[in-house]
């Protein structure tokens, strides 16, 4: 019945398998469950993010910041309003390790 958690793979032996890091947009660890909705949303940028629901390559990120004109590796959704006056972003990014095809 409580069989939520599987068996962890075990360890990859094949060297010749890539792996690579991807980038999923989360809320940041310290953000309750309960605040976790649409009217918590500190952007646009941060609702359309987490509408999207992808995984992200770090070329993508770039390519998103050099878009927005900011580091969103570094700063998530950036500042409401701005940096010395807004609230920080509640986002995060999370790498997550996937193998390539
Ligand atoms: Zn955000």
Known sequence: MFNLFKKKPEPQEEKN????SRYSYEWK???PESERTAE???SPFCAKMMEMHKLYTR???Q???AFLGYDVVARGGGY???EENGIPCKHTWK???VQRK
């Open 80 to 82: 409401w309003k701005d």
């Open 17 to 20: 398998l890539k792996f690579e």
């Open 29 to 31: 660890d310290d953000v």
């Open 95 to 97: 790498s997550q390790i």
């Open 63 to 65: 390519k998103i910041s």
């Open 59 to 61: 070329s993508e990120l």
């Open 40 to 42: 918590n949303m500190c």
